[in-house]
């Protein structure tokens, strides 16, 4: 619990989130809701990456590689850089990297309650 203005308020107020921020969380996790696109964001957590090497990491073709990693980007995920004649896709921030971590930490805490 967090204390502002002499309150107890919880950490995180789910219920009391606007309904931008609502709708942003939503975006994301859909954004972040198949497994191609969190491989992705895992390899994009050390380095840029073209679609093309993106591609060739995972082992899928650079058509589908590009979708998902514009779904990424549209998500605010990733973020595009022209290098040259080659776009780059990075991670947008840390967070993202973070939130992955805070993913597999809750599996690993929960994981005899899950399927």
């Given at each position: 619990?967090?204390?502002?203005?002499?309150?107890?308020?919880?950490?995180?107020?789910?219920?009391?989130?606007?309904d931008?921020?609502?709708?942003?969380?939503?975006m994301?996790?859909?954004?972040l809701a198949?497994p191609t696109?969190?491989?992705?964001?895992?390899?994009?957590?050390?380095?840029?990456?073209?679609?093309?090497?993106?591609?060739?990491?995972?082992?899928?073709?650079?058509?589908?590689?590009?979708q998902?990693?514009?779904?990424?980007?549209?998500?605010g995920?990733?973020?595009?850089?022209?290098?040259?004649?080659v776009?780059?896709?990075?991670?947008?921030?840390?967070?993202?990297?973070?939130?992955?971590?805070?993913?597999?930490?809750?599996?690993?805490?929960?994981?005899?309650?899950?399927?």
């Amino acid at each position: 619990m967090n204390e502002v203005d002499g309150a107890k308020k919880p950490a995180l107020d789910v219920v009391g989130m606007d309904d931008a921020t609502t709708n942003f969380a939503a975006m994301l996790f859909v954004a972040l809701a198949h497994p191609t696109r969190l491989k992705i964001v895992e390899i994009l957590t050390d380095q840029s990456r073209s679609v093309s090497e993106v591609a060739d990491e995972i082992g899928i073709l650079p058509n589908s590689a590009s979708q998902h990693m514009g779904i990424l980007n549209r998500a605010g995920v990733a973020k595009s850089v022209q290098e040259g004649s080659v776009i780059r896709y990075t991670l947008r921030g840390p967070r993202i990297a973070q939130i992955m971590r805070l993913v597999d930490e809750f599996r690993s805490l929960h994981s005899s309650d899950l399927l």
